[in-house]
Structure formats: C-alpha cells, structure tokens
C-alpha cells in the first residue's frame, strides 16, 4: 500500500475562514511533507515532520499552521488567508527524512475567495 | 529554480516514438527523484537514483544518473498515450528531505 489520503478534495474559503487540511498514511512512514503548487509551476516544500517534529519550515506565513498528532496523521490549518494562497496543496511521506522516495497524496486543490 | 533545469519544456511525440528529459544540476546531487503528475493531481513516483553511473528502468521508462551525479535523463521506449502528462525530476541535496524540483516537462503522445 503505498497511498497518501487527502481531504478534502476541493476547498472553497472565504478570507476570514479557519479551515483544515487532512492527510493520513499507513505506509509506517515517519517523515511528512506539505508542498505548495501553483497552475504550471512546480511543487515547492512548505513543511516537513520528521519523527512528528517539525524539522522545516520555508518561511512560511504564520497563516499556515501544520500539525502532526500521530505518526499517521498530518494537518494544515488554515486562517485568514488571501487570494494568491489559492493552489495545489499536496501532502507527502517517506520512510525518513532524507534518501528515500516520498509518495505524494491527490492534493487538495484549494480557492480562496 | 536555477540549482535544477529540465528540458525541454514540452514534447509533442507521435505513438510508437521514442523520447528523452533530461535534467540538470548546478551542484552534486545526493538523489535525483523521477515523478508522473496529471495535471491538478498528486504526483507518481517512477524512479529514485542515488549512484552515479545508476541506471533504472521499468516497463519502458529508463532513467540513468551520471558519473558525476550532476545530470540526469529519462527515456521512454516506444511511447504510448498513457505516457502523456507532466514529467518533473526532484532533487535531493541532502536538506532534511526536501525535494527541489525542476520545472517539469509537459509530453503528449499523438496517436
């Protein structure tokens, strides 16, 4: 099983919502990821867990909070966000942190009105 | 980004042709990750190479790194339409995990 499972699907939010993001594998995994990608560019790392410690942060903006509760589990809270936030928002994970191949989830694609 | 240049951009093959990405580094790569991604979704993993000299292959894709793990290129054999999407190389500069990827290569396969 090498599946990477994010909900939901499709986020509508206005710009004074709080949402979240959810994503969860059963691979045995102990590094997660959050990458950031907008239409026709790359993906880019926003987060990345390693142990459920945050081990990076790409300077991002204190209205993307993750979350790691359990070694499964990875969220991204949501707040007060603006209209250049809109993308495609995909979770990731990997036996550790370094040399080893990351699985990517669906992705989330996310609007911000 | 500048440290990872993929070309060419597009490609537009006719079925039954093959076809080659490739992908550069400005410095020593530590891995060099091969993904798949249909657009607007999560992206495949087809191969990682560590080694230099490595060469991969699945089905009919075959990825090499070089001697000096600065270069990278994958081949498909006799593409197919199921072959088509976005080919993005990810690189790994031994930063904790982080992938730096490349700017992707968009390939349609005409039948």
């Known amino acids: 099983d090498t599946e990477v499972t994010q909900t939901p699907k499709h986020l509508v939010m206005g710009m004074t919502n709080k949402k979240s993001l959810k994503c969860e594998q059963h691979?045995?995994?102990?590094?997660m990821y959050w990458y950031k990608q907008k239409a026709k560019k790359p993906p880019e790392l926003m987060f990345v867990?390693?142990?459920?410690?945050?081990?990076i942060n790409e300077s991002v903006p204190s209205r993307f909070s993750p979350e790691c509760p359990n070694s499964s589990l990875l969220n991204l809270h949501l707040h007060a966000l603006q209209p250049e936030d809109s993308a495609l928002y995909l979770c990731?994970?990997?036996?550790?942190?370094?040399?080893?191949?990351?699985?990517f989830g669906q992705g989330t694609r996310l609007t911000v009105v | 980004s500048q440290e990872l240049e993929q070309s060419p951009q597009s490609l537009i093959v006719q079925e039954g042709k093959n076809l080659t990405i490739n992908c550069t580094s400005s410095?020593?790569?530590?891995?060099l990750y091969w993904y798949k991604q249909k657009y607007g979704e999560g992206l495949i993993f087809l191969m990682m190479?560590?080694?230099?000299?490595e060469e991969k292959s699945h089905e009919k894709i075959t990825a090499k790194l070089d001697e000096k793990k600065q270069q990278s290129s994958l081949h498909i054999t006799a593409s197919q339409p199921s072959h088509a999407g976005i080919y993005l190389c990810?690189?790994?500069?031994?930063?904790?995990?982080?992938?730096?990827f490349g700017q992707g290569t968009e390939l349609s396969v005409k039948p």
């Open positions: 990731a994970s990997s036996w550790t942190g370094a040399n080893t191949e990351a699985f």
């Open positions: 691979m045995g995994h102990r590094a």
């Open positions: 867990y390693s142990y459920e410690k945050l081990s």
């Open positions: 410095k020593t790569l530590y891995g």
């Open positions: 190479l560590q080694k230099g000299g």
């Open positions: 990810g690189a790994d500069y031994n930063q904790g995990g982080k992938l730096i």
